[in-house]
């Protein structure tokens, strides 16, 4: 039986590790393990991006969800929501004051709606003509590969749409009968098709979810090879259904980046908001865990308030260059700055 230091070196070097290694890590892992793996984990991002954090521009497009997630406080069912929808001209205001920041890249990401293909298409086509040089990513739920195509088309660069787990079983507990596994993975399999760059990602301690889950994420996500992976703690919000489930750990989270970042040297892996809001520290720790990638807010602030999945959602906002400076000094005390260029995953950039 190899120690954890053997487990987590062959995983930085092979990108593999057994199943019941991977249970074993994780169901055992301490303050000691965590700060191994992390510090692996840093070495890796370091090899491969050096001490630079992508900076992108959030514009949380609209809080409108056909979906039923019962953890997330947009799903439709939750009438509590003062429901939204950013004009055209909302989201191109939001995104070019980004850019006069020096934004270069984007995230147009929204509840899962299907009247609004055309306005998104127009949207990415206008903002891919007034800033050729910057990235836009869509992450706008499940569609059909015909909505897919036509932002493609458009000219949207990337598509977050997390995979949320692994197990299809588990999927099945976190969600009504009308969202499938296979969809979700029918989507994820028609946006690489379709040449973007695929984010995938999952929540840690989400209800009914151990240690067995957690490693198949891990295993999943190098069957995967995604471009990026969003990794958070769950968050109760007090009007789903697992409105009073117990929130994920913070420890458990920063291990979870630390093997992405062991498994997929390359991703492109943000330091999560959710993990922002769990901890004071939790930006900085993800990067320490080996993300490479934060995504502030810059939706317009009279509407951030009403993007609520989760209760005490922290807005790090950047709406003006206070913002963006701060971002960059928090990043200065560990030792990294913040780059603000398109942030391609290392295989797509553009020569
Ligand atoms: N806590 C943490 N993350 C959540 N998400 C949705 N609800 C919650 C919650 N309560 C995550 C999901 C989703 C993404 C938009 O946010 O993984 O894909």
Redesign the pocket.
Known sequence: MSGYKDILGWLALHHEATHSELVRLISSADAEKLDYAMGLAREVAVDNYGHGVFVRGLVEVSNRCAGG?Y????RAENSRVRRYSLSEEEIREACKKGYELGLRSFVL?GGEVYDKAEMMARVVRELKAEMPDAAVTL?LGEQDAEVYDLWRQAGADRYL??H?TATKEHYARLHPARMTFDNRQRCIADLKALGYQVGA???VG?PFQGAEELAREVEYLVGLQPQMV?I??????CD?P?GDQK??SVEQTLLMVALTRLALPKALIPS?T?LASSDKQGMTRGILAGANVVMPNITPQQYRADYA???GKKSCGTEAGEGLQRLASEFQMIGYEAVLSRGDHADFVKR
């Open positions: 997630c953890y997330c406080g947009l990401q992450s749409l997390r949320e990602g999952f929540m989400s969003g958070g703690p769950y968050i109760p919000q789903t697992f929130r994920g999560t959710a999945i989760y209760d």
